[in-house]
């Protein structure tokens, strides 16, 4: 009775199973690359609208394992890269939460009177006191009031920002006439309570679905491409 034979080359079979396994893994990783960036970007608009100037560029992103090389897990990750006082106002914008001085003192907030400020963070009444030449004066108010750190003899600046201090260089000069006050330089209080102006979790919650869409499309482009190759 005449028979068929179907001899299969295991070479082959593996050949092809590594490629296709291979192509599944590429699209994963593409998919996981894509969405991770997307994420990336996501965060940094809504920093940019949030807190403005550059704290946005502080998001940053990878995708493991990294280069070329393929994983049956590709993962992505979005962090802040910078240090402590880049993440901690990173977490002033996006979560809710007080803000405390360290050791339990209060914290000090400058007023218009504390002039331009050039450091990179606030003013501190240390540093007021140094650069002006001039001791602050402690000022408890009560009544649910903060208290004050207020400077005597100034004037106010007639620029808006800052104050001066009542020298006879300027008495005679271009503040002559001019009545000198005390000024509130800082405003003391216990705690700040802060809201959160963004959340990350709408953003990531959002771009995992994204990220489910976004394979599924390239896992039917793949079975497409592979079953216009058999047909052929």
Known sequence: MPSIELRLDQREIDRSADLVVRAILTQATAAVRGETRGLERDLEGLTREAAGGNLWRAWKSAIFPRGSRLAASPAGEVFVNGGSRTRGAMTFWSQAGVNRSKGGFYLAIPTEHAGVNTRSRDLSP???????????????RGGGKPSLLVAEHRYRARNGRGSRAATS??????????????LPIFILIPAHRFANKFSIEPAVERRGRMLR????????????????????
């Open 126 to 140: 240390g540093e007021w006191e140094r650069r002006n030449g001039q001791r602050l004066v402690f000022v408890y």
């Open 169 to 182: 260089r300027r008495q005679g000069g271009a503040y002559s006439g001019a009545a000198t006050e005390t």
């Open 213 to 232: 869409d976004n394979f599924t499309r390239r896992m039917n482009r793949l079975r497409t491409a592979i079953d216009g190759t058999r047909e052929s």
